[in-house]
């Protein structure tokens, strides 16, 4: 009796473990967000994103969408790319519309852990979580964990000027896991590293190409690991 009582509780303490022991071994993984730079679409920047090797890409669950605007270059618009503002109107007319439309793609294929973006897509993945911070928007989807961006900027600063709302989204630090790239020779150099002093716990690759998705490099790469590593991606 005491004996098969004993069996008994093994074998569930034994299941439990090798259960734990699954879940631990095959963590979820993180389903991001990803924002295509200006005058862009989200099959080019898949493209662009797929020079990462597929044992980094196989980490996380990317989900690309386009714009909400059709993207205008010297005034005129450009097919089948998009944009997330408009860049050039100092009034910052279109930009909650722009955020709106995040969040209803957000509620409609998430739930979503972070997001990803580039340039111009990484001016707004950078800026959501102070959004959702202080509660002007992103009310209706999870909390932004954690955020990948690439040759970005922080808006709403003397070098970036934006919308009254982006000094209220960076009135206090950021205290989520940041991966912040950029290069040598990009021209969002400066204002890509006044969005990483934004952040309270960043990693940052540094690179020697310019405005682009980086290749990883052997640093590059060990960076990146730091990170999925910090959000779950690996165990
Ligand atoms: C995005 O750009 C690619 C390459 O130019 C094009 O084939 C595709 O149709 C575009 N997507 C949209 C939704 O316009």
Not at 8 to 36: A, D, G, Q, V, W
Not at 70 to 75: K, L
Not at 173 to 185: R, V
């Amino acid at each position: 009796m005491l004996k098969s009582l004993l069996l008994k509780f093994c074998s569930i303490i034994l299941y439990s473990i090798m259960l734990n022991m699954e879940r631990l071994e095959t963590p979820k993984k993180p389903r991001l967000l990803c924002l295509h730079g200006g005058a862009s679409n989200a099959t080019v920047f898949k493209e662009e994103l797929s020079i990462w090797p597929d044992y980094v890409l196989d980490k996380m669950d990317l989900v690309f969408i386009d714009g909400p605007f059709p993207a205008h270059v010297d005034g005129t618009i450009v097919d089948q790319r998009f944009e997330w503002y408009a860049k050039d109107d100092p009034t910052f007319g279109n930009f909650e519309e722009g955020i709106a439309y995040v969040e209803d793609c957000m509620v409609k294929l998430g739930p979503f852990d972070g997001v990803l973006g580039k340039s111009m897509g990484a001016i707004v993945a950078g800026l959501l979580p102070g959004l959702q911070e202080h509660g002007l928007y992103l009310t209706n989807v999870a909390k932004i964990e954690h955020v990948i961006v690439m040759s970005g900027a922080k808006l709403g600063t003397i070098t970036f000027p934006g919308p009254k709302l982006a000094e209220t989204a960076f009135s206090t630090p950021i205290n989520i896991p940041s991966l912040h790239t950029f290069g040598e020779n990009d021209f969002a150099k400066e204002t890509a590293s006044e969005l990483v002093e934004a952040y309270v716990d960043p990693l940052v690759i540094y690179h020697n190409g310019g405005h682009e998705v980086p290749k990883l490099d052997e640093e590059g790469l060990k960076t990146m690991f730091e990170f999925l590593k910090k959000i779950n991606a690996i165990a």
